[in-house]
């Protein structure tokens, strides 16, 4: 019936409650990324996002012998990861009051590491900026399906909506892309999805 | 394709964030776990709490020693303190205020010294004896939670066993073991003595875990003692006979303040603050 491999961070879980510090590092390794994304789509910072990906990770080790069962664990943690974000912000609505700086950080789009950028050829240059003038969520999905192959289900979960919802952000991330890049650039990003 | 060009992901920093992750983690290790303990005790999260805020005491003050190569750990409380210690089998250990556990982190050997109190909570393993050396005592657990007080200023190391059976021996000589069940206390004076054992309810001796300081018919003197064990204060009779007389009592998280003023009562004596030196006198009619 699925035909969907299994999440193969199911085994993770119960070495994890264990004190199994290496299936917490392969947790880790394997989340990171989207983690940070999902998180960044909010906060639009990377050094917040790491921070609060990292303090969730923290926790869950620490708590480690109530980490809930494998199949959820995927969705606790992109959970997590979005309250945790949110409360952020709304702490940061406070802190705005007393500081415009804070805001000027919060509505810049956060900026693509620059070492990586100088390697990458124009074209992905272009795309990556593109990608990163997409609005928050839309870029998020776009993303999480683009540099980590998720599923839309995947994403999904990650991001709190439904399939439908990822299907409608990733294909106005398509059709801003298109617009932003023209022709041989949108080729490209057509392909590679 | 090869000419297909890569759009590199964004540069999450992965590698540098496992690392410091790692170092939190460590850093924690070893160390403190109140949650732990909050899991089997659900209302110590704010008797703990309140112990904090009360004795205006946190376990980040606490002194560790390390020596990586032994991996002997030294852990010490001071006055008002309370901090929990999990070990990497799981066993657990409350330790009182005033404290000091030595023990072994990696566990090569779950043998420990103790000097003052602590509650142990053992994970039983048949194969590796779990040994507290306290005074002039050695208790080995069999399969238990365990209280030991042995403050150097007592002339007898208290057993009590909450949970199961543990194993008491004299340090020096061998006057044989002596298995102390729940619900009994034994006392061990000096360090070849006859061993004894009570039936005292261990609650008179596990009520500081969760915040609550009791004297069961003490003499004042050892209750002067044990408030600067909790409070971080120094206790002085101005009159010597005040230290013979006996005080039985609860207080549940209490104040300093609050308890002064009931022992103030019960004695008839008023006391004199004068930043950490309390001092007792008979009441003068």
């Not at chain 1, 810049?108 to 590491?113: E, R």
């Not at chain 2, 004076?189 to 009791?214: C, E, K």
Request: net charge neutral.
């Amino acid at each position: 019936m699925n035909d969907r491999p299994v999440d193969p961070l199911v085994p993770l879980a119960r070495r994890i409650r264990d004190g199994d510090i290496a299936a917490f590092e392969a947790l880790f390794r394997a989340l990171h990324g989207p983690l940070c994304e999902v998180v960044d789509g909010y906060v639009r910072s990377q050094a917040v996002a790491e921070e609060i990906v990292q303090d969730l990770f923290f926790v869950v080790w620490v708590d480690r012998e109530r980490l809930i069962e494998a199949r959820s664990l995927r969705a606790y943690l992109f959970g997590a990861a979005r309250n945790r974000a949110v409360h952020h912000l709304r702490h940061q609505v406070v802190v705005k009051r007393w500081s415009d700086r804070e805001r000027a950080e919060l509505s810049s789009p956060a900026k693509p590491a620059p070492d990586r950028q100088l390697e990458s050829s124009e074209t992905e240059a272009a795309v990556r900026e593109a990608i990163d003038r997409l609005p928050a969520r839309t870029r998020v999905a776009f993303v999480l399906q683009w540099d980590y192959e998720m599923s839309h289900a995947e994403i999904a979960t990650a991001m709190g909506i439904s399939i439908k919802g990822v299907e409608k952000l990733i294909a106005t991330a398509k059709a801003k892309l298109r617009q932003a890049l023209g022709n041989h650039a949108a080729t490209f990003v057509e392909r590679r999805l | 394709m090869d000419d297909e060009p890569t759009v590199p992901r964004r540069a999450w920093q992965t590698d540098q964030e496992w690392f410091n992750l790692l170092e939190r983690i460590t850093a924690d290790e070893a160390v403190v776990r109140p949650r732990a303990q909050a899991r089997r005790h659900w209302w110590w999260v704010g008797i703990a709490a309140g112990i904090v805020l009360l004795l205006g005491v946190s376990a980040l003050g606490t002194t560790r020693w390390r020596n990586r190569r032994a991996s002997i750990e030294t852990v010490v409380t001071t006055a008002g303190q309370r901090l929990i210690v999990r070990l990497a089998d799981k066993s657990t250990i409350t330790l009182g205020p005033a404290s000091t556990l030595r023990y072994d982190r990696s566990q090569r050997s779950r043998e420990m010294t103790l000097e003052g109190l602590a509650d142990f909570r053992v994970e039983h393993d048949p194969a590796r004896p779990f040994v507290v050396h306290a005074g002039g005592a050695d208790i080995a657990d069999i399969g238990t939670e365990f209280v030991v007080r042995s403050y150097a200023s007592d002339s007898v190391v208290h057993v009590a066993v909450n949970t199961g059976v543990v194993s008491v021996r004299n340090r020096v000589g061998d006057r044989g073991e002596l298995l102390v069940h729940a619900g009994e206390v034994a006392l061990v004076h000096g360090v070849s003595a006859p061993l004894q054992v009570r039936d005292v309810a261990p609650a008179a001796f596990t009520a500081w875990i969760g915040g609550t300081l009791t004297f069961d018919d003490d003499e004042f003197v050892d209750v002067a003692r044990e408030l600067g064990r909790w409070f971080d204060v120094d206790v002085r009779l101005a009159d010597p006979s005040l230290g013979a007389r006996r005080i039985t009592a609860i207080y549940n998280t209490p104040s300093l303040t609050s308890v002064l003023d009931a022992l103030g009562a019960t004695l008839g004596a008023r006391y004199e603050r004068t930043g950490r030196i309390i001092t007792f006198s008979a009441r003068v009619k």
